[in-house]
Each structure stands twice: as structure tokens, then as C-alpha cells.
């Protein structure tokens, strides 16, 4: 038996029957996220209904003991870590599409439907939802919700938060409240939706979504163009973006991630940057368009360009970004991961920091990520059985958010704050704004039960 009182199990089990899992195993299993960080819970509840979800949070009220909302576990910041005396709630088995509606160009969804499973229903509708980030086949939707996840098509369609209509969730009183709609203009007080996406499940617990879905393009091509330096690059993004046709996606990876790519057999130039450029529309438009934007990728430090017009060519250009965060444990087994965001003109003042960085902590750091955002990854890798590079790795990373923070960045894009950057929320925000913020937490969870420590640094 764990250590939560007696009454709390009794309620439970007659609630869930064999949906509430104290066993060795199951706690073993929802212990950790894709942040490395691991803490047992003391139990695993694993609904079926949004009014289950909303006895469970009520009964853990009443016996104070803290809730941490889980997806799939693809997070990197340690959100979906459990703390202390918690119990884990288990989105898993909240699994349906309820509804499919073409006309009004949503989908009605619970949260624990993979986004590639969703991707795949949506394909004979010709729709799609935007968010795609790079664990797509395996994350779930309360997850892009919980982070507000992006990938490389959020240049073109944006992040979750953009593609959400509306919002059924549980607060940390229990109470259900649905926020927002099947529509797609909504003037009518306080914008919630807005609000709970993003919030790592501090909030409330998202048991229902309403998704703005998008028609699928009729064709896409990509770009590959190669600059003498980061600086070139980064002021080709600034063109790209400044015309008319805005790119679905554009990429950006370093002098490091280049070099890294060639050592792993990808036909890559010896080049100082590299932009993939993916452009989408009707088959009529798509040449003009492609015309258009490696145009504006040529410039001052433009050396050459690729293109790629059908799918097995495209294909080709892509694999090597998709190779690229595997290829890093080839360098080193630890990896800490950070998705920094800047103004796209700060790129190079970005990339120039984190090679100083890497200079003065003697470790590889590689950038590359959704340029068109200024949302680039910055990977610190390091050996984790020796000592000293430890060190000098975790010693690299407030560097970098400092760094980030001076160019008028924000400490996450995608990826969200969890635990790994909470503590430099303070720097990131003045004591008023975190007031502000932590009065939202307060009304709509009091007792601060839902996922106690995360996102917001100790008061």
C-alpha cells in the first residue's frame, strides 16, 4: 500500500475499479517524461469520462493530495513528472474522436487521441491540424494543449494555441467549465481557451477540444539553400518572411549541425548555415511561389540552393533535419535540450553567443530549429559519467537563457517551462507579472493540487 490515506483508495477503487493502479509497475511506468527526470507516485488513475476526472480532482481536494496530469510522456522539461505524495492522472484511456464536422472545419477530440491518429482520420476530409511537432506519431493532443506544441509548420499556421476553438476542462475545485466553440469569431468576456492552453495542467485539466482543422494543401516543394554564415541566413529568414508567401515551414541548423550531419553520410556542403524552406499551395500557384522564395533567399552570403518538387526528392531534403536530433547522441549520450526563442534579426546574435558558450565550457552545443519563429533548439551535449563535463553542461545552460533574455527572447517555444526552466521564470518576468500569474493559478485551483510546482518559481 502507498502512503495516501485509506479513505482516498477506497473512494477511488470503488470509482475506477481497476482504473486506479497502485502496482509497482504502472507507477514505474508514468514516473517520467522525456526530460530524463524520474519521481514514483503513489498511484495511476486512468479515467474514462470527463466526470470521473472531476471526482478524482474533488476527492484529492478533500485529502490534499497534489494531481499531475499526464499524455503520452513526450515532454521535455519535466512537466509530467509526478512530485512528491501524487497521485498521477492518466489521460491514456480518454482516447475518442468524437466528431469529425467537414462543414464547420473542426474536430471535436478528447485528449488522449494521438495527434497521429487524428492526422490519419482527418486525411479523407482533406483537412488537417496544424500542429505537428517532432514526436507527432506518438504525443497526444492534452499534451500539445498542456504545451502549447508548435513544429515547423507553425511559421505558416501557427501553434496549438492558434488552431484551438474551444476547451471543456476541470479546475482544481472539480468544477467542469467549457470555454469557446465550434466557431471561429468569439467576442463574448474573458478568453480562457487562450488561457488554460499552455498552462502544463497548473490550471485546470483539459478533458474535451474543439480544433480549428485546415484544408489540405493540393501540392508542396522544398528548398534547400546553403549561406556562408549564420548572419546570412538569419537576414534570408528576414526576407522570406517580409513577402507576401509565407513559407510553411523554414528551418534553420548551424555551422555544428552541418558539420554533424556530413560525419553521419548526409550529402551536406561544407557550408556556415542552411535553411530548409517548404512552400505548399495548388499546383497552378506553386511554381510562382517557389520562384518567390528562392528569390528572397539569395543574397549577401547565399552560396547555393537545391530544390525538390516531388514527394520522394522532398522527402530527401527533410530526412536530414529528422536525422539531426538522433545524430547528437552520436557526440555524446547527454543531451540537454532547450527551445529558446529570440526576434528573428537576433538569430545571429543568438548563434554567436551559444558558440562562445561552447567555447568556454569546452562542450559541443548544436542550434538548428523553426527560424521563421526565432524558435531555435540549443543542444548542450555531454558525457554524464564524467563528472566535470556534467558540470560544465548544466553550469552552460543558465548562460544561454541569460543570453536569450538580453536579445528580448523568451525561454520556451514549444517546449514549455516544466521544471527545467521554472527557476528562470524570475529573471524572465518582473515580481508583478508572476503575481499576476500566480493569482490566475489561485482562482481557478486554490489549493494548488494541479501539478504543484511546476511552470511558476516558489513565491
Excluded at 509526478?82 to 492522472?89: N, R, T
Excluded at 547522441?329 to 529570440?342: C, F, L, M
Aim: hydrophobic share 45%; net charge negative; charged share 20%.
Amino acid at each position: 500500500m502507498t502512503q495516501l490515506p485509506d479513505a482516498l483508495h477506497s473512494e477511488m477503487s470503488a470509482l475506477l475499479s481497476d482504473g486506479w493502479r497502485t502496482d509497482l509497475a504502472t507507477r514505474e511506468a508514468h514516473a517520467s517524461d522525456d526530460s530524463r527526470r524520474h519521481l514514483l507516485p503513489e498511484a495511476v488513475a486512468l479515467p474514462t469520462t470527463r466526470e470521473q476526472v472531476a471526482a478524482i480532482v474533488r476527492a484529492c481536494r478533500t485529502h490534499r493530495v497534489a494531481i499531475v496530469a499526464r499524455g503520452a510522456g513526450t515532454g521535455t522539461t519535466g512537466a509530467a513528472v509526478p512530485v512528491q505524495g501524487s497521485v498521477v492522472l492518466s489521460l491514456a484511456h480518454m482516447n475518442r474522436i468524437a466528431a469529425i464536422r467537414p462543414a464547420d472545419r473542426c474536430a471535436v477530440v478528447e485528449p488522449g487521441v494521438l495527434n497521429g491518429d487524428l492526422q490519419q482520420a482527418l486525411q479523407p476530409h482533406g483537412l488537417f491540424w496544424a500542429p505537428d511537432p517532432s514526436s507527432a506519431a506518438l504525443c497526444s493532443i492534452g499534451g500539445n494543449l498542456a504545451t502549447n506544441a508548435g513544429g515547423p509548420r507553425a511559421v505558416k499556421y501557427g501553434t496549438t494555441r492558434d488552431n484551438v476553438l474551444g476547451l471543456v476542462a476541470v479546475t482544481g475545485t472539480g468544477d467542469i467549465i467549457q470555454v469557446g466553440g465550434a466557431y471561429t469569431k468569439d467576442a463574448s468576456g474573458y478568453d480562457l481557451t487562450h488561457l488554460l492552453i499552455g498552462s502544463e495542467g497548473t490550471l485546470a485539466i483539459i478533458v474535451e477540444a474543439t480544433l480549428k482543422l485546415t484544408p489540405r494543401p493540393q501540392a508542396q516543394a522544398g528548398l534547400r539553400a546553403f549561406y556562408r554564415d549564420a548572419a546570412s541566413a538569419a537576414a534570408a529568414v528576414s526576407r522570406l518572411m517580409a513577402q507576401p508567401t509565407v513559407p510553411a515551414m523554414l528551418e534553420f541548423m548551424d555551422r555544428r549541425s552541418l558539420a554533424l550531419l556530413r560525419q553521419n553520410g548526409s550529402s551536406v556542403p561544407n557550408a556556415g548555415a542552411m535553411l530548409l524552406i517548404e512552400a505548399d499551395g495548388s499546383h497552378d500557384a506553386l511554381p510562382d511561389i517557389l520562384t518567390t522564395l528562392a528569390a528572397a533567399a539569395e543574397g549577401d552570403g547565399f552560396l547555393d540552393i537545391d530544390v525538390a518538387q516531388d514527394g520522394a526528392a522532398r522527402d530527401a531534403l527533410w530526412a536530414a533535419r529528422r536525422a539531426l536530433s538522433p545524430a547528437l547522441r552520436t557526440i555524446a549520450p547527454g543531451k540537454i535540450n532547450e527551445d529558446v526563442v529570440v526576434p528573428v534579426s537576433r538569430i545571429p546574435d543568438l548563434v554567436a553567443g551559444v558558440e562562445a558558450i561552447a567555447d568556454t565550457a569546452n562542450l559541443p552545443i548544436v542550434c538548428f530549429g523553426h527560424a521563421g519563429n526565432g524558435n531555435l533548439h540549443v543542444n548542450i551535449l555531454y558525457h554524464p559519467d564524467h563528472a566535470d563535463e556534467t558540470a560544465r553542461a548544466y553550469a552552460a545552460l543558465p548562460k544561454i537563457f541569460e543570453l536569450t533574455l538580453t536579445l528580448g527572447g523568451a525561454l520556451s517555444g514549444e517546449h514549455g517551462i516544466g521544471l527545467s526552466k521554472r527557476d528562470f521564470m524570475q529573471r524572465a518576468y518582473t515580481p508583478e507579472t508572476l503575481a499576476a500569474m500566480r493569482a490566475i493559478k489561485h482562482a481557478l485551483d486554490p489549493d494548488g493540487i494541479l501539478n504543484p510546482g511546476k511552470v511558476l518559481p516558489p513565491g
